[in-house]
């Protein structure tokens, strides 16, 4: 079942409000100050400051990047140890009345065995003063799937179905803000695709979802804006082409499939935006950039003066993976 | 604060637990018969310090509570789901005191059973007796399940720690070191006893009722203000 087909609790029901400033521009959701977080000697966030607005914002890192510390800091879960963090112009540290607002999923398997499904959701939106109980409920089940194992005790779930009812509990009260810390683990694909629908729906109404990952190819695909955290510290954000524009110093490498290889590499590595060019066994000429906007517009005019046909020229490092590992070598 | 209450009362009635809240809360019964029922029964003196004294108000009471308050917090923490509570928008005491309620409701009945057939058993049927002894035992689930509580919620070691805490504090030092007697949950019950029946405990000496009161009220309040401050400040798992 999709959003369009569930209705909605509208968000005034439950007494929310966007916030908007003077101007009448969206003001960030979350800010984050200067925040840094450590545990003895051992630094764990160092210095981060970002904004975070509307959409889906995904928070990429390899594992004990900080992502989840920075997230708990994000929800109120951990302190900082320095700099500040507000949500919705609040802070969210101690403030309680502040998680009517948003929703929580962290990455461990937060259930209670001897619950039903159903109680488990019914529970968390007791604690979360859900007015329209049983329909909320029935929603927030019918969003993530699970009608027909509500009534099954949650340690009889597999644990992508454990994962979903989480899902169910963190929607529970229809919450403005939702931080999903590895949302899709223990997902199998077919969860994963609709989990994925599901928050780029949710994140269509208008609502904020930061969700962490380290899998590369799901943030891309469902993130409008990446932040990467790398040791502690916020290595770059912004949209997927800011944070390579950002990165115009990483060397590119671009294949070019063309009727003469070893003429177009002879010319090509004379370039000025090129470093080095090899031709593969199969005929095609891979091309080592750091200057890719240049190789764009000089690789053209060059085919084109030395009367070579250019077939096809596509980057073989065009995904986050390559940047994210670019990043942590780095 | 029915929500947190009904899920405490789910997560600590566990077979396992309640099995051994029963053998323990049972002990006091037994020895007192084959104490009584033995050729050399001993004096209300002997009775009162080793069954009512140091038995049931200082060993049975505490690891009886011990055994669920310790996890109430502690088991939230350790497999966390504490952040289910925590990030809800409700007062943290909306939380902790809940949770004690919950402790309270599960151990009391066992202790204040077991204080009273060992005391019927003891004092021949004398309610007054057995009312005093029922009471303070209440009474001690109560403070010992708000300091246990607290426990759980600052140490992942708590149920280690609770029983140093039995066994050198209100077992040891509190029997042989007058001055500890005021910070002494035992003596506290022990205090009561004999404030709502003054033929018990008639020797030796022990606080009074007013210090007993006070301090019972300040130990009570003063664990669970410290949870609730702790449930603000600490970074929940």
Redesign the interface.
């Known amino acids: 079942m999709t959003l369009q087909q569930i209705p909605r609790l509208p968000l005034a029901s439950l007494g929310v409000a966007r916030d908007d400033n003077a101007n009448g521009a969206a003001a960030p959701v979350i800010r984050v100050d200067g925040v840094s977080r450590w545990f003895g000697s051992v630094v764990a966030v160092s210095d981060v400051t970002f904004e975070i607005g509307p959409g889906i914002t995904g928070l990429l890192g390899p594992n004990g990047a900080g992502k989840t510390t920075l997230l708990r800091m994000m929800t109120g879960l951990a302190a900082t140890s320095r700099g500040s963090v507000t949500v919705f112009g609040e802070p969210v540290r101690d403030n309680p009345p502040l998680y009517r607002r948003i929703g929580v999923m962290s990455e461990h398997e937060t259930v209670y065995g001897f619950m039903k499904g159903r109680e488990f959701v019914e529970m968390m939106g007791r604690l979360r003063g859900v007015a329209d109980l049983e329909r909320a409920v029935d929603r927030a089940i019918d969003l993530v799937d699970l009608a027909d194992a509500q009534h099954r005790p949650m340690d009889t779930y597999s644990r992508g179905m454990r994962q979903r009812m989480r899902l169910a509990g963190t929607l529970v009260h229809d919450p403005e803000l939702l931080i999903l810390d590895e949302p899709l683990n223990g997902a199998d694909p077919r969860q994963r695709v609709h989990f994925k629908r599901l928050l780029l729906e949710l994140a269509a109404e208008g609502r904020t979802i930061v969700l962490s990952s380290h899998i590369l190819e799901e943030v891309e695909q469902l993130a409008d804006t990446v932040l990467l955290i790398v040791n502690g510290k916020l290595a770059a954000s912004g949209g997927f082409r800011a944070i390579r524009a950002a990165l115009n110093q990483r060397p590119y490498h671009v294949r070019v499939i063309c009727d003469a290889p070893r003429k177009l590499a002879a010319e090509v590595v004379r370039l000025p935006s090129v470093d080095a060019v090899n031709v593969d066994p199969d005929g095609a000429i891979v091309v080592l950039s750091r200057n890719v906007q240049d190789l764009q517009i000089e690789l053209p005019r060059l085919a084109q003066s030395a009367q070579i046909s250019l077939r096809r020229v596509e980057p073989l490092d065009d995904s986050l993976e390559s940047v994210f590992g670019y990043l942590v070598e780095q | 604060m029915?929500?947190?209450y009904r899920?405490t009362l789910?997560?600590l009635s566990g077979r396992w637990r309640l099995l051994i809240m029963t053998v323990l809360a049972s002990l006091p019964v037994i020895i007192a018969v084959l104490m009584l029922r033995s050729p050399d029964a001993p004096s209300v003196r002997e009775f009162e310090t080793a069954i009512l004294g140091a038995m049931l108000a200082g060993s049975i009471a505490p690891l009886v509570v011990l055994a669920i308050a310790a996890a109430a917090m502690g088991n939230e923490v350790e497999?966390?789901?504490l952040?289910?509570?925590?990030?809800?928008?409700?007062?943290?005491w909306q939380i902790a005191v809940p949770k004690l309620l919950a402790v309270v409701t599960i151990a009391a009945p066992f202790m204040a059973l077991s204080a009273f057939l060992t005391s019927w058993v003891a004092y021949i049927g004398d309610v007054q007796a057995s009312i005093a002894v029922t009471v303070s035992a209440v009474v001690g689930v109560a403070l010992y399940a708000a300091a246990f509580v607290w426990l759980g919620l600052v140490s992942t070691q708590a149920i280690g720690l609770g029983l140093l805490y039995i066994v050198l504090w209100e077992g040891f030092f509190s029997g042989f070191v007058s001055g500890v007697r005021a910070l002494s949950i035992r003596h506290y019950a022990i205090a009561l006893m004999h404030g709502l029946d003054e033929r018990r405990f008639a020797f030796g000496s022990h606080l009074s009722l007013t210090v007993a009161i006070i301090m019972s009220v300040l130990v009570f309040g003063g664990f669970l203000l410290s949870s609730v401050r702790r449930l603000?400040?600490m970074?929940?798992p």
């Open positions: 029915g929500s947190v899920l789910r997560q497999d966390r789901t952040a289910n509570l925590t990030l809800a928008p409700i007062p943290r603000r400040r970074d929940i």
